[in-house]
């Protein structure tokens, strides 16, 4: 335990303290509001920035915990360029995953233990469209397809684990019966498990110390540990019906009875583990229902509606390159969105960059935009894959009269 003089130090990082089990202890709602918080990264400064606590009593709280031996404040925050350069110690350039992607990915790693809305980016209170636009931007640049037939080596597993959670967190934050469920569960545990429903890492084992117990009743706490037995005992018949409907194939079924599963016991390894799964399985399914639906009413020119499911499509199988394609006419054409529709361009053509058709949209999107470098660029790609297009030599002969003519640098 560290001195007097250390528990002023608002730049120390507390951290339970390994012998700490808080199952064994009794607290106050403002002490398990706290403790809940304690996660070894959290500094005592921010600790005083959460709402619904007056920073005075979050400091009564923490000096409390800190002479009961139920937190340490040994832990600084490692200085950025440390943690740096301990990523950069674990990048292989062998791998067919630059450098970069896996610096990014080995960070956002470190950050899976956060809570559900932390990890999409978003506030607490995000709507579904928040939720959907935070899960794609995030889907796009850590979905395994987009390494899809690449030597990732160890990587492979990183890539794997972070679209899992990001996965386990959009799906129980955007399905109101599983927000709900968990909502319920945070409120049931105040301590220990409301970290663990939160995305925070599970407390050690251990004893406990004596010093915070008899604080409140024990019929209080009693009160909590039956809650919390009970949402266990939940979670468990939503597991069980979950493994009957894999068993029976119900991709969709299972994925929302683990779905719920996870948000009665969040701290519940095989039940996410069962949910990635079916949560896989389910996206399939409900992509290749999207693509049905939006080629359907592409063919009946209902494209305003053929836009919408592609899109839902693209946030269950995010680099399928004739969807993305397709958005990116519809959003440009239809929705006269280019920004979207780049994006939509862009990602078809990084996932088949020997297409002509990808390549040439996103030329014709770079000149709707009058990015007429950027559009000649496309063109002359699209030109060389396939040299008996007159459309596209014709538009790339326009571009380039309006690159000479554009100001230096418009592109």
Same mark, same amino acid.
């Given at each position: 335990?560290?001195?007097?003089?250390?528990?002023?130090?608002?730049?120390?990082?507390?951290?339970?303290?390994?012998?700490? =089990?808080?199952?064994?202890?009794?607290?106050?709602?403002?002490?398990? *509001?706290?403790?809940?918080?304690?996660?070894? @990264?959290?500094?005592?400064?921010?600790?005083?920035?959460?709402?619904? !606590? +007056?920073?005075?009593?979050?400091?009564?709280?923490?000096?409390?915990?800190?002479?009961?031996?139920?937190?340490?404040?040994? =832990?600084?925050?490692?200085?950025?360029?440390?943690?740096?350069?301990? !990523?950069?110690? @674990?990048?292989?350039?062998? !791998?067919?995953?630059?450098?970069?992607?896996? &610096?990014?990915?080995?960070? *956002? +790693?470190?950050?899976?233990?956060? /809570?559900?809305?932390?990890?999409?980016?978003?506030?607490?209170?995000?709507?579904?469209?928040?939720?959907?636009?935070?899960?794609?931007?995030?889907?796009?640049? *850590?979905?395994?397809?987009?390494?899809? $037939?690449?030597?990732?080596?160890?990587?492979?597993?990183?890539?794997?684990?972070?679209?899992?959670?990001?996965?386990?967190?959009?799906?129980? !934050?955007?399905?109101?019966?599983?927000?709900?469920?968990?909502?319920?569960?945070?409120?049931?545990?105040?301590?220990?498990?409301? @970290?663990?429903?939160?995305?925070?890492?599970?407390?050690?084992?251990?004893?406990?110390?004596?010093?915070?117990?008899?604080?409140?009743?024990?019929?209080?706490?009693?009160?909590?540990? $039956?809650?919390?037995?009970?949402? &266990?005992?939940?979670?468990?018949?939503?597991?069980?019906?979950?493994?009957?409907?894999?068993?029976? +194939?119900?991709?969709?079924?299972?994925?929302?009875?683990?779905?719920?599963?996870?948000?009665?016991?969040?701290?519940?390894?095989?039940?996410?583990?069962?949910?990635?799964?079916?949560? $896989?399985?389910?996206?399939?399914? @409900?992509?290749? $229902? *999207?693509?049905?639906?939006?080629?359907?009413?592409?063919?009946?020119?209902?494209?305003?509606?053929?836009?919408? &499911?592609?899109?839902?499509?693209?946030?269950?199988?995010?680099?399928?390159?004739?969807?993305?394609?397709?958005?990116?006419?519809? =959003?440009?054409?239809? +929705?006269?969105?280019?920004?979207?529709?780049?994006?939509?361009?862009?990602?078809?053509?990084?996932?088949? /960059?020997?297409?002509?058709?990808?390549?040439?949209?996103?030329?014709?999107?770079?000149?709707?935009?009058?990015?007429?470098?950027?559009?000649?660029?496309?063109?002359?790609?699209?030109?060389?894959?396939?040299?008996?297009?007159?459309?596209? &030599?014709?538009?790339?002969?326009?571009?380039?009269?309006?690159?000479?003519?554009? /100001?230096?640098?418009?592109?």
């Amino acid at each position: 335990m560290g001195s007097s003089q250390e528990l002023e130090d608002h730049s120390a990082v507390p951290q339970l303290a390994p012998e700490c =089990a808080l199952e064994d202890l009794t607290l106050t709602p403002a002490e398990g *509001f706290v403790l809940s918080r304690v996660d070894g @990264r959290t500094s005592w400064a921010l600790l005083r920035e959460l709402g619904g !606590l +007056e920073p005075g009593d979050v400091d009564r709280c923490l000096r409390r915990f800190a002479e009961a031996g139920i937190i340490v404040l040994d =832990a600084k925050p490692a200085p950025a360029r440390v943690v740096a350069d301990a !990523l950069d110690d @674990r990048l292989d350039p062998s !791998l067919e995953i630059d450098l970069e992607a896996q &610096r990014t990915l080995l960070a *956002f +790693e470190e950050r899976l233990d956060r /809570p559900y809305h932390e990890l999409l980016g978003v506030s607490a209170d995000a709507d579904a469209r928040t939720l959907r636009r935070a899960y794609f931007r995030l889907s796009r640049e *850590f979905h395994p397809d987009r390494w899809f $037939r690449k030597q990732l080596g160890p990587f492979a597993q990183h890539v794997d684990r972070v679209f899992c959670k990001i996965s386990e967190a959009y799906e129980l !934050l955007s399905d109101p019966s599983a927000r709900a469920e968990m909502e319920r569960t945070l409120s049931a545990a105040p301590s220990g498990s409301a @970290r663990s429903a939160a995305g925070a890492r599970p407390s050690g084992p251990g004893g406990a110390s004596q010093a915070l117990r008899g604080r409140t009743t024990p019929n209080a706490f009693s009160l909590v540990a $039956r809650i919390a037995r009970e949402r &266990r005992r939940k979670a468990q018949r939503y597991f069980t019906a979950g493994q009957e409907a894999l068993g029976a +194939e119900r991709w969709v079924d299972a994925a929302q009875q683990l779905r719920l599963a996870i948000a009665c016991d969040p701290a519940n390894a095989d039940y996410k583990l069962a949910f990635g799964d079916a949560n $896989r399985r389910a996206n399939e399914i @409900r992509a290749e $229902r *999207f693509l049905k639906e939006a080629d359907a009413q592409f063919q009946l020119g209902a494209y305003p509606e053929a836009y919408k &499911r592609y899109v839902d499509a693209l946030h269950c199988r995010p680099f399928d390159a004739e969807a993305n394609h397709r958005a990116a006419k519809l =959003a440009w054409r239809v +929705e006269g969105d280019l920004r979207a529709a780049k994006e939509y361009a862009a990602c078809a053509c990084e996932v088949a /960059p020997d297409v002509a058709a990808y390549r040439k949209t996103l030329g014709q999107v770079y000149a709707a935009a009058e990015l007429w470098l950027n559009a000649q660029r496309e063109l002359e790609r699209a030109l060389r894959l396939d040299p008996a297009d007159d459309e596209t &030599r014709q538009e790339l002969r326009s571009v380039k009269q309006q690159a000479r003519r554009a /100001p230096r640098g418009g592109s």
